[in-house]
């Protein structure tokens, strides 16, 4: 029923994601800061590349919001991870494939093939599982 | 800073559903409070509402209405209890307001059966990802799990004391595969605080010191530690430093899931495996919640507490603290001091 | 607020707005507020970290689609770790945020408070069913009432009363979409005539399109503080609020007894709480413009009477007459008003801005005269249900 428009920046961060698998973030002076996903404050920034690594802060784990009938994705959990580069956390898909989700577990993004011009179009797996891109679940 | 606004009357209750209509519910505390207070309606002139967009389907002018605030000055500050207080007590204390009703309300026992709050998540980067209130909570309680005293037999005992506490053992605990721990125990409640000028020399419980500290929806924090937060706020409240809870005769927190009160009140001394007595005696408000009025009932309960205590001459002016945290994660956190008082 | 007759309460330091449209695709909601805060405080010459309170104010959502956005809509903004809260009375909104900023800066709890508010109109397919919403099931759903058929409720009760013609009920908006044509920010830029008002579609009889204002995206903030920071630059104070809640479901309204919803009595109610507290007791001679919430010209009228600017004689006919147009000696809307472009969580804010930028003479090419250097704004919350006055100083 709504439509929403991502705006100039989200625009470009979410086609970076589609077209050319890259991750980046939108640097300002001011503020002074680093935003993932990128906010427009109306002043001057440039696009800041970050990842593909990333740290593992904090998971939801399936079990408690199995029941919610929430929208979470099948073989994947909510987490906050710490992209390289980044400054500060973001909320992003996860894919555990069985290892522990400790605080400090290393990460690396992931690319659908397909999009969908949203957060769903990239994630984060353990750095041991395969490196090739993975299909979207 | 000396305390411009005293809380003179309350009135509040809780339901699982109400067995009324809302309106008719809210009423009723607004005059339980004016009958507290000894103030007519005649005498109020300002109303400050506290009421979510998903939680009454009462249109905005509906609820100055229903509150019974024809005529009178108005604002509606559906973010937080905490803020809504802050509205309130400013608004006595830049000498706009005489004599004030703080009203709030939400029909949440539905959220129960279905969670709408997965609409506060942005369309873009946070429902897509499914990054609901519920799983961001989910998430933070998993995150608080790892921190000291957070034992999970302790974590239960305390879901299940607040529970007693709450609900006087008359509701069984909701099932499901979360821990209860874990758990927001929604209902149905409404809140009535009638507040006055300190100034006016009449009894009631001052309100000493407030602040209010926020994050995004996605925090920038290292971690979503409730602690630090309630660290902040406290550290916020003009001209004071980190306490550590000793000053105070009740603490209350209202958090999202008890794991993550549990956590706020641990930042003021609480431990889980020891019960002080003064930690939550309402039972808190992660298994009370009504939405984002859910710490009115707090504050409500603390100055009555305290109001009691303060009648026998033998003791010393008590002090209360209520932590308000509302949010997916408790990111607008409000500390609130009170003190039984004469103010003169 | 109580005290000393016209002493401020709170200091306007800095103002921004966007240009408003119907749509703004460029941006997202979280963007507005963001480029909003920064142009307010640029415009201030004040670092974001001396900023220690930040109130946002958005109703409704229901054109939006997210609930409670205060909370993406806050990130990075100044003062957002010090957030004291979203205000949410329709288009009363920001002038009531604006107030309770001011209460914050006047009670010593705060030195500088930012206010803001961004609407995106656009979003949703049928923005009257998003705020048809908001009506009580009960007593207002089953009438086929909006806010269009509100007003023009009350047109057609002016109407009659005071018998006017439709086509010197027109005046009011051929004077603000006039106004409009100067303001860079206005939606509306083209000025009409009152044939063709007269010929746009008729709506809801007797308004017409022409009447009502667009559906508008937009944004806008205010910073306000306990002292003025810019020595070379006009200061400019708040110094009274009135507030009113009439506060009735408008389904339970249509009694005898009850005329405010006509004649606009609970408006002069919170204007007369406002003057009082500022000390005005003659505001046709001691207020020098107005800003008045008026998403149809309607309410630009009762507000006019409401606000007591037109010392007797109904307000349409003394425009027909010159009185209240931008070279008059009591302009009311300058910038053109909400009939050029009304964001309803901003408009609150525009209003106040606009009042601001013309008592600094800062308004360029829609510079009016400034006879007395006072102004009153006001903001209108649903169907006559909440109301907001507000006065400034230079």
Redesign the interface.
């Known amino acids: 029923m709504f439509r929403h428009s991502a705006g100039r920046l989200g625009s470009y961060y979410l086609t970076a994601i589609r077209t050319q698998k890259r991750l980046c973030g939108w640097q300002t002076v001011s503020p002074s800061r680093l935003s993932v996903p990128p906010r427009d404050f109306g002043t001057k920034g440039e696009w800041t590349d970050i990842g593909p690594g990333a740290e593992l802060l904090s998971f939801a784990p399936s079990e408690w919001v199995a029941d919610s009938g929430e929208a979470v994705l099948r073989d994947f959990v909510l987490g906050r991870v710490l992209v390289d580069g980044a400054e500060v956390p973001l909320f992003v898909l996860v894919k555990l494939n069985g290892a522990d989700g400790k605080r400090g577990l290393r990460l690396s993004v992931r690319f659908a093939k397909g999009h969908t011009g949203t957060g769903v179009d990239f994630w984060f797996e353990p750095v041991s599982a395969s490196a090739s891109e993975g299909a979207q679940s | 800073m000396r305390p411009g606004a005293v809380i003179a009357g309350c009135g509040w209750k809780l339901g699982r559903p109400f067995p009324d209509r809302l309106d008719v519910v809210i009423r009723q505390a607004v005059l339980a409070a004016l009958a507290e207070s000894g103030l007519s309606i005649d005498d109020i002139d300002s109303f400050v509402t506290v009421a979510g967009d998903t939680l009454d389907g009462i249109s905005v002018p509906g609820r100055a209405e229903v509150a019974g605030n024809y005529g009178r000055r108005y604002l509606n500050v559906p973010s937080s209890a905490g803020h809504g207080l802050g509205a309130a007590v400013t608004q006595i204390e830049a000498g706009e307001a005489k004599n004030l009703i703080l009203v709030g309300w939400g029909a949440a026992t539905k959220y129960g059966a279905f969670d709408p709050r997965r609409n506060q998540a942005d369309p873009f980067y946070a429902r897509p990802i499914g990054a609901s209130p519920r799983v961001v909570a989910a998430l933070q309680a998993n995150e608080i799990l790892d921190m000291p005293g957070m034992e999970k037999s302790a974590l239960q005992s305390y879901a299940d004391a607040m529970a007693q506490r709450a609900w006087d053992g008359t509701v069984a605990p909701e099932a499901g595969a979360a821990p209860a721990w874990v758990r927001t125990g929604f209902c149905d409640g409404a809140v009535a605080i009638v507040l006055r000028r300190a100034s006016d020399g009449k009894p009631g419980v001052a309100v000493s010191d407030f602040a209010s500290i926020s994050r995004a929806y996605s925090p920038e924090d290292d971690r979503l530690d409730t602690a630090e937060w309630v660290k902040e706020a406290l550290s916020a409240m003009s001209g004071r430093g980190y306490t550590d809870g000793t000053e105070f005769t009740v603490i209350e927190a209202a958090a999202p899931t008890p794991i993550a009160e549990a956590r706020a009140l641990s930042a003021l001394g609480f431990a889980s495996d020891t019960d002080q007595g003064k930690f939550n005696p309402s039972g808190g408000g992660a298994t009370a919640h009504f939405g984002q009025a859910t710490a009115l009932r707090q504050i409500a309960e603390t100055s009555r507490r305290l109001a009691a205590g303060s009648k026998s001459s033998s003791r010393r002016p008590s002090k209360g603290l209520v932590l308000d945290l509302t949010g997916p994660a408790g990111q607008h956190t409000t500390a609130i001091m009170l003190q039984a008082e004469t103010v003169q | ?3 000393i007759p016209g002493r401020p ?1 709170a200091h306007v330091l800095g103002t921004a707005q966007v240009p408003m449209r119907t ?6 909601y ?2 507005l507020l ?6 307010a405080i640029a415009d201030a010459e004040v670092e ?1 970290r001396d900023v220690d309170g930040l109130i ?1 104010a958005m ?3 229901t054109p939006l ?4 956005p ?3 809509g ?3 903004l ?1 003062g ?11 288009a009363a909104s920001s002038l ?1 945020a604006f ?2 900023a ?3 800066v ?4 705060k030195k500088r408070v930012l206010v803001v508010a961004a609407d ?1 109109a656009d ?3 049928s923005l009257t069913g998003a705020l048809g919403q ?4 009960f007593t ?1 759903k089953q009438v086929v009432r909006n806010a269009i058929v509100s007003a023009a409720t009350q047109m057609a009760v002016y109407m009659a009363r005071h018998k006017l013609s439709e086509r010197i009920m027109a005046e009011v908006v051929v004077k603000n979409r006039g106004n409009g044509v100067l303001n860079e920010y206005a939606q509306l830029r083209q000025a009409i005539t009152l044939d063709d008002v007269l010929n746009s579609p008729v709506m809801t009889w007797p308004m017409k399109r022409l009447d009502s204002s667009p559906r508008s995206s937009g944004a806008a903030a205010i910073l306000v503080g306990d002292e003025p920071v810019q020595p070379s630059r006009t200061a400019v104070t708040a110094t009274g ?1 009135g ?7 408008v389904g339970s309204r249509m009694v005898p007894e009850d005329s405010a919803y006509f004649d606009g009595s609970d408006l002069a ?1 919170a204007a007369n ?1 406002a003057y009082a507290t500022a000390g005005i007791s003659d505001p046709a001679e001691q207020i020098g413009l107005a800003e008045v919430y008026a998403s149809f010209g309607i309410l630009e009228l009762l507000s006019i009477e409401a606000l007591r600017l037109n010392n007797g004689g109904n307000a349409a006919e003394l425009i027909r007459d010159g009185r209240f147009h931008r070279n008059s000696a009591l302009p009311v809307n300058p910038s053109g008003g909400a009939t050029c472009g009304s964001p309803i969580s901003s408009t609150g804010l525009i209003r106040v801005i606009e009042a601001v930028t013309q008592l600094r003479g800062e308004a360029g090419d829609r510079q009016i005269d400034v006879k007395t250097p006072r102004a009153a704004v006001s903001a209108i ?2 169907a006559f ?2 109301h907001e006055v507000g006065i400034l100083e230079a």
């Open positions: 607020m109580t005290g309460l749509r703004l695709p460029d941006y997202t979280a963007d963001g480029r909003v805060a920064y142009k974001a946002l109703s409704p959502t689609g997210l609930d409670e205060q909370y993406w806050i990130a990075g100044p957002a770790h010090r957030f004291l809260g979203r205000v949410h009375i329709l009531a107030r309770l001011c209460s914050y006047a009670s010593g709890r995106l979003e949703v397919p908001l009506h009580d099931p207002d609020f507030s009113y809640a009439g506060g009735r479901f109610e709480r919350a649903g249900q909440t």
